[in-house]
């Protein structure tokens, strides 16, 4: 079956029923939708690491970084 998804080792043991896999696919597809969503969290940690990477590109003989941290 063709998927787009990784699925876990676990995935086609033996032991593993349909309601488990089904379980699994629930929780992905999820989890892939909320990662889509424009969300709070996601905007804040993007700012974050916007800050972060000008940070890290600024020099320390222009910029007094301890106003920043």
């Not at 969300?39 to 222009?62: G, M, S, V």
């Amino acid at each position: 079956m063709p998927t787009d998804y990784n699925l876990p080792e676990w995935f086609w043991d033996d032991d593993v029923t349909d309601e488990d896999r089904h379980v699994w696919f629930t929780q992905e597809r999820c989890r892939r939708q909320a990662m889509k969503q424009d969300i709070p969290y996601i905007n804040a940690f993007k700012r974050y690491l916007e800050r972060l990477e000008r940070k890290q590109c600024a020099r320390d003989d222009t910029v007094d970084l301890e106003e920043y941290r």
